[in-house]
């Protein structure tokens, strides 16, 4: 079970690894795709600024990391590419590989055949953008070459332990376990979230309570009802989008994660514990670093299960946030 941490400069794995860090994932995004496509088209769920913008950069990232020993993946998970945007894809997979990137998480089956077929040993890791949500999706991702499945955030423990046990062990099994969160399920999300903000995520909704029955107007009590439930899916919105995008004084994100159920995830044999935040600066990648490390230390010393809430709860110290009920992955 290790630390996947997010990264995007050299100059942060030193301070990362040094943390608790123990695998890495990044994204490239080169000045030749946005030439071709700009900026406006992201080539993997982030903005060109939590990318490397030059393979010499990326080349030195992995020299650093694989002189600790620590892999390093790169992000191939948008949505969706054209068959216009493969040729150049394929490029830049193909200019990485040579710089020695150890996986590449890929969203689109298209893609990982073309990887595949292009560069034989390359090794896939199927992003959770690609719906690895039952054993048949996971069977099917293993006939195309797959290594590592990453599940989605909406599946549960038992659910995953079903998908595992029908997928086969011997592939490596990732889940999320810090920051940020999704109301609907993400695999299925075609959405970009950037300053003009997703659908998903606002609470400034233009609606009126209407009846269902004709011409009859709602009562009084039935208005206050749908007030109340309306008041408690803004709660729940605000919880899984980060508390409302906020961070906390040490610098870590205050949004959902799986940290009190890290025993239960450690036993039923996941092998990758995912830290989002490649656009995040340097402070709040240290800081998520060392407080999943800090949990996972616990677990791997025999910490028992009312021991290991308390602690994650300590560390996160916003336990009125953990107490709704709102900001766990794992139930």
Not at 72 to 79: E, G, H, K, Q, S
């Amino acid at each position: 079970m290790k630390v996947l941490a997010p990264i995007s400069k050299a100059e942060e794995v030193e301070m990362l690894v040094k943390s608790g860090a123990e695998e890495f994932y990044v994204g490239y995004i080169p000045f030749k795709w946005l030439k071709h496509f700009t900026a406006g088209v992201w080539m993997n769920r982030r903005a060109p600024q939590a990318s490397i913008p030059s393979i010499e950069e990326y080349a030195e990232l992995i020299e650093k990391s694989h002189s600790y020993g620590v892999p390093v993946f790169m992000t191939l998970n948008a949505p969706y590419y054209t068959n216009t945007q493969l040729p150049l894809l394929l490029e830049i997979a193909k200019e990485v590989y040579d710089c020695g990137t150890d996986a590449f998480i890929v969203s689109e089956i298209g893609l990982m055949i073309s990887i595949k077929e292009a560069i034989p040993d390359a090794v896939i890791h199927v992003s959770s953008l690609a719906a690895p949500i039952n054993s048949q999706s996971v069977k099917l991702y293993r006939e195309l070459g797959a290594s590592r499945i990453v599940f989605p955030r909406s599946l549960s423990l038992a659910e995953m332990n079903e998908v595992m046990e029908a997928g086969g062990r011997d592939l490596e099994y990732e889940l999320f376990i810090l920051n940020d969160g999704c109301i609907y399920e993400e695999s299925f999300c075609f959405t970009t979230h950037n300053q003009v903000g997703a659908f998903c995520a606002s609470q400034n909704w233009d609606f009126q309570f209407m009846s269902a029955r004709e011409e009859k107007e709602l009562s009084v009590k039935e208005r206050e009802k749908l007030q109340n439930h309306l008041k408690d899916y803004h709660e729940f919105v605000w919880f899984t989008h980060s508390c409302g995008c906020s961070i906390s004084n040490s610098g870590i994100s205050l949004g959902p994660c799986g940290l009190c159920s890290l025993k239960k995830i450690a036993e039923l044999g996941i092998d990758s514990l995912k830290i989002v935040g490649r656009e995040a600066n340097s402070l709040r990648k240290l800081a998520s670093v060392q407080l999943v490390s800090a949990v996972v230390k616990a677990v791997r010393e025999g910490i028992d299960e009312v021991g290991l809430q308390k602690k994650a709860k300590q560390l996160r110290k916003t336990p009125e946030f953990c107490d709704s009920g709102y900001m766990c992955y794992y139930r």
